[in-house]
């Protein structure tokens, strides 16, 4: 890896040569590979193609497309870069343990401007280290809103979320929001109120300090409003938009589940921002994670073929290749020409979202743990039956909290097994031994389609394989992780 990222820094002053090279400087075929989630492959080969028909540099892209999710593209980068893909698509919360990895590129100066004014503010933010561009915007719908069957729950009481309640209580129909299982979702409460959770990091990346006020006389007027929520008999932690299938009157979720809640409930199918919940006779707007995806390019020893990359993914990210992903997807756009346009203005679920933003906050760089440590807030407070109950639920969470920052040295660096073995339900690490970097856990008895994670210091920033690892067959094993090559197997007892 070093080796690598020497090549690198050899040929920068080359590669900002190519920022303003002449077509025939650029032209060749070059053999490439791209990530992009499996919705986008065939029309990103597409894409390419037309790329390969249309550019005046006489640039030909001999391209792989591969199917990577933009969860999973961040940790086989970092797991291997030069093995990863030239080209690949990643949620913006990765951007940090990118760049800290060296396994993005920075934008030249020109393409840099030409990125920056086309496209939405804060998606631009997402992708930039200090003043530097590292990355090209992607989307700008990485955030949720309500969907609701019309037939079940009024227009009148979308805007009310004990109104909701008692429709969905009504009909016997479940109100589906991820309380329970995710602090993605979770969180809507508190940033309801004014809380906030704004972590801060040092030159290198680590954690060393958080703004943190969830546990506060505003963070117990959350819990009293999501206590409305789960304590309902048919409140239902899940954000899945297929759950209007099983019974369900309304999902809280995103704009990726469009064409499923649509394809379920056809004309009843509406949509909305999310709605108030009352405390003490104030009524506080749900609040809600923003976020984006952005594309970005692997740095190469190659010079002239990093600036070709370059040409290829200002391509793919400009307003025509956007608005072609919002036709056939419903991806929402970053490029302000084409938010700007009457389909997308006319996107319902899009919509929703544009109505849903002034009250939500763009997820910044979060410890890993913090995950693990507020979803189970909401498991907290069903089970207290008084304020009281709410405030012990709060003190928990502030001294989990605070704990992350007095982890010994051995903490931070082991590596430990969480998953669904022996009916856990991802709460528990369970412990490795390190033998020369070969790390090895207990042996446990797992039943076929268990799933498991090999995670570092209990966070969620190094985490292995990209996609769960799932038991195939039945039987008592141990989980061995190896450190440098990050490859998880399971050896039979």
């Not at 923003?290 to 400009?318: E, I, R, S």
């Amino acid at each position: 890896m070093k080796k690598f990222l020497a090549l690198l820094l050899s040929v920068v002053m080359v590669l900002a040569m190519f920022t303003t090279a002449s077509a025939s400087s650029l032209a060749g075929t070059y053999d490439i590979t791209v990530w992009v989630a499996a919705e986008i492959v065939d029309l990103t080969k597409a894409q390419i193609a037309k790329f390969n028909e249309t550019n005046t540099d006489g640039i030909v892209f001999n391209a792989t497309v591969e199917a990577v999710s933009e969860a999973d593209a961040a940790t086989q980068m970092i797991t291997d870069v030069e093995a990863g893909g030239d080209l690949y698509c990643f949620a913006h919360d990765q951007f940090a343990r990118l760049v800290q990895a060296g396994a993005l590129a920075k934008l030249g100066v020109k393409a840099g401007e030409t990125v920056a004014s086309a496209n939405a503010e804060g998606v631009v933010a997402a992708a930039k280290s200090g003043d530097t561009l590292y990355a090209y915007p992607l989307t700008s719908d990485n955030g949720y809103f309500l969907y609701y069957d019309k037939s079940v729950v009024s227009e009148d009481h979308v805007d009310s979320l004990e109104a909701i309640i008692a429709d969905c209580e009504a009909a016997e129909k479940y109100f589906a929001f991820e309380m329970n299982t995710s602090a993605w979702y979770a969180a809507s409460f508190f940033f309801a109120t004014g809380c906030v959770s704004e972590w801060t990091t040092d030159s290198d990346g680590a954690f060393i300090e958080v703004k943190d006020t969830f546990n506060s006389p505003e963070g117990l007027i959350a819990v009293k409003g999501m206590k409305k929520l789960v304590d309902s008999p048919f409140h239902l932690s899940s954000s899945s938009g297929a759950e209007f299938a099983s019974n369900a009157a309304v999902v809280v979720t995103g704009i990726w589940d469009y064409e499923t809640v649509q394809g379920i409930l056809g004309e009843n199918m509406g949509v909305a921002d999310l709605p108030s919940f009352e405390v003490d006779g104030v009524s506080y707007h749900l609040g809600s994670y923003n976020g984006c995806k952005l594309m970005g390019v692997k740095p190469q020893v190659d010079a002239v073929k990093a600036a070709a990359l370059h040409k290829l993914a200002q391509y793919l990210t400009g307003e025509e290749c956007q608005m072609e992903r919002f036709n056939e997807r419903a991806w929402g756009p970053s490029n302000l020409n084409a938010q700007a346009s009457e389909a997308v203005q006319a996107n319902p679920g899009l919509s929703a979202l544009l109505a849903q933003s002034p009250y939500s906050i763009p997820q910044g760089q979060i410890h890993g743990s913090w995950w693990d440590i507020a979803k189970v807030i909401a498991d907290d407070v069903k089970a207290a039956t008084d304020d009281a109950g709410l405030q012990t639920a709060l003190d928990n969470y502030q001294d989990k909290i605070a704990a992350l920052f007095n982890l010994s040295d051995e903490v931070k660096n082991a590596w430990t097994v969480i998953g669904s073995i022996n009916g856990d339900t991802w709460s528990v690490d369970l412990p490795m031994t390190n033998a020369d970097g070969i790390w090895t856990s207990d042996a446990y008895a797992m039943e076929a389609g268990v799933e498991f994670k090999v995670r570092k210091g209990l966070s969620w920033d190094d985490a292995f394989p990209a996609a769960n690892f799932v038991v195939e067959t039945a039987g008592t094993y141990c989980v061995q992780f190896n450190e440098t090559t990050g490859e998880v197997t399971l050896v039979a007892q």
